[in-house]
């Protein structure tokens, strides 16, 4: 089922044998504004955050409330025009729901629609509440969640630590953090599914480098050694196996991650990184790029009980490895789509080991546009309205890894047979 209501949400639920998801993504009904204080010597309006965030947060918890998924959401991701006013949400949240969302991620991003926040959130509910089980780790920044006997670990809102300084060095503390909450919640660092980076001045230089290059190097030094789901493969896989993920840019200087990763000792479970067959793997682009390729699948499929779950990592307008449609916002978005749709086809599935599922672009049940330009949103939201239809799909302003590249669009799919 699929819902858009008149006060800024739009969300899907879907069943997955055992449990039932929901997947919400909502703005501001309206961009309220207030008079400035005129003690700084203006009276000009500005945007009423607390307000918008109150009402943000009413219209998505009255949804929940009625579906069933009050005491179910897995991940929050905040977007915020003004990363300043993060402990602002987080007090409101707090003091409206306390205890409702564990897992909460603040992400320096301004909605494309110009209002000043945006979230997105997926949830999880059992047919009967044993279905279900939870365990915060951390609150506000990790638990675990087992339904069908696989646990799900979910963590976000992961910062640097003070001292280290440049792209490099703060991405690799960030990963180092990740790690070590992953261990304190019995899983490790090969069971990661999915990741979310979210590096402030993606493109810009750093040094001799670049920013996003010095992620990817950060990534790839943390990755060394380390055999991602070898215990959930395939018999026949034998490509390279990393976690989906995407690497976008944010307006703070800094980076912030999140993630999800499986474990289980079911025989029957299968994780498998999915590759494009109309793309380059992005582990195998030319020095050109960057000199430590990025390290990430360009999804990651998990199946078991009838059903397939797909994280789709950040997808551009590429084919091979070249970027496809210059300056052309419609053309890039189709063929960011065309990608999308080639990679989780049912065909390109079974090449992966994953059989007997159908599935589309009308399988995607969440869907987040980043836009690089303001003043191409509409027309990338024309887009994308057109092909996929009244799914949730989040907006936001961001750098994409090359300079040419004007959208990128990630999702998760959910198919069942």
Request: with cysteine; proline share 5%.
């Amino acid at each position: 089922m699929r819902t858009t209501n008149d006060q800024g949400v739009s969300y899907s639920t879907v069943s997955m044998g055992a449990v039932r998801f929901l997947f919400l993504s909502a703005v501001p009904a309206e961009q309220t504004l207030c008079h400035g204080d005129d003690t700084q010597g203006h009276g000009l309006e500005v945007a009423d955050y607390p307000a918008q965030i109150r009402s943000l947060i009413k219209e998505t918890f009255s949804v929940l409330t009625a579906e069933g998924f009050t005491d179910g959401v897995l991940m929050l991701n905040v977007f915020l025009a003004d990363i300043g006013k993060r402990e602002l949400f987080r007090q409101l949240l707090v003091e409206s729901h306390p205890g409702k969302f564990h897992v909460a991620t603040y992400i320096p991003q301004s909605p494309a629609d110009g209002s000043v926040v945006a979230l997105e959130l997926f949830a999880v509910a059992g047919n009967k509440r044993s279905d279900v089980l939870f365990e915060t780790i951390l609150p506000g920044r990790a638990q675990i969640v087992q339904w069908s006997d696989v646990r799900w670990f979910f963590g976000g809102n992961f910062l640097p630590s003070e001292l280290p300084i440049g792209a490099f060095a703060r991405s690799l503390s960030v990963f180092q953090k990740m790690g070590d909450l992953l261990k304190t919640g019995g899983f490790s660092v090969d069971q990661l599914v999915r990741t979310w980076i979210f590096q402030g001045h993606l493109v810009l230089p750093e040094g001799d480098s670049q920013r996003y290059k010095e992620l990817n190097r950060a990534r790839t030094d943390f990755f060394y050694g380390k055999d991602f789901l070898k215990p959930y493969l395939p018999p026949e896989y034998t490509g390279a196996v990393y976690p989906a993920s995407t690497g976008i840019g944010a307006d703070d200087v800094d980076v912030v991650m999140s993630c999800c990763a499986i474990s289980t000792k079911r025989k029957d479970v299968v994780a498998v990184p999915l590759e494009n067959p109309q793309q380059t793997s992005a582990f195998d682009y030319g020095a050109v790029y960057s000199p430590q390729s990025p390290k990430f699948a360009r999804a990651a499929a998990v199946a078991f009980d009838d059903s397939c779950l797909i994280f789709v990592s950040g997808t551009a307008s590429i084919t091979n490895s070249e970027s496809r449609f210059i300056e052309d916002p419609e053309g890039q978005t189709n063929l960011t789509l065309d990608n999308i749709a080639a990679l989780i086809d049912g065909k390109n599935l079974e090449r992966h080991g994953i059989r007997g599922f159908a599935c589309g672009l009308n399988n995607l049940e969440s869907v987040r546009v980043y836009v690089k330009r303001p003043t191409e949103f509409e027309r990338i939201r024309n887009v994308c309205r057109e092909r996929l239809g009244d799914i949730p799909i989040l907006y936001t302003i961001a750098d994409v890894c090359r300079p040419e590249l004007l959208v990128e669009i990630e999702g998760i799919a959910v198919s069942t047979k």
